[in-house]
């Protein structure tokens, strides 16, 4: 008896690709993306592992806002304190328009007074100094009066009465010649403070314009 017949052996042959794909051995490598949130802030959850499929606009980490709302709440306070100091400016603005009218109300009236003032002050001078050559006119009268009847008196063609009366009426009108000079040097000087007085209008107006320039 002969020696056995070996087992047959079977070769499968690969199947054939078609002639629009090409054959071709090798490694695949995906790129790489950076991610980064736009601020900084502490992880609270991650959502994705790495190898996970990621779609576009899919949420993969969770981040705490509590910086976020820490920043949003000082600068909303910033924004307080500024509307505060621009109300407080406003309010200021306010109070000195106010004032900037009383000082024009009180300008206008303060020349108008002093104007009354000058102009009446001028008059009593003007009277002040008709009174007094007036005076002075009957104490000359009253000085001849009196020198006239001294004279007579000597040499007794008048009373010594008579003299010593006209030497009295000499004397009072002396005295009210004086009298009236002194009225006189009074009202010019009157005078010169209400001039003086017409200049405070013109540094109110000064305290006008600077307030003016503060508003």
Known sequence: ??????????????????????????????????????????????????????????????????????????????????????????????????????????????????????RQAEAEVAAAEVDLVQQQASYQIAAFDRDAYTKLAETGATSERQAKQAIATAGQQAAVVTATSRRVEAAKGALTTAQANLDNPGIRAEQVSMTRSRS
Do not use: C, H, W, Y
Not at 12 to 28: E, Q, Y
Not at 37 to 48: G, M, S, V
Not at 99 to 114: H, I
């Open 1 to 118: 008896m002969g020696p056995p017949s070996a087992a047959p052996t079977l070769f499968f042959a690969k199947p054939k690709l078609p002639d629009s794909i090409v054959n071709l051995s090798g490694r695949i490598e995906g790129d790489d993306s950076a991610i980064a949130a736009k601020t900084t802030a502490r992880i609270l959850e991650i959502r994705f592992r790495e190898g996970d499929a990621v779609q576009a606009g899919d949420v993969i980490a969770v981040l705490s806002d509590e910086q976020v709302r820490a920043r949003q709440d000082q600068a909303q306070a910033g924004v307080s304190i500024m509307e505060g100091k621009s109300q407080s400016a406003l309010d200021q603005i306010a109070v000195l328009q106010q004032q900037l009218q009383q000082n024009q109300l009180q300008t206008a009236q303060s020349k108008v007074d002093a104007e009354g003032r000058v």
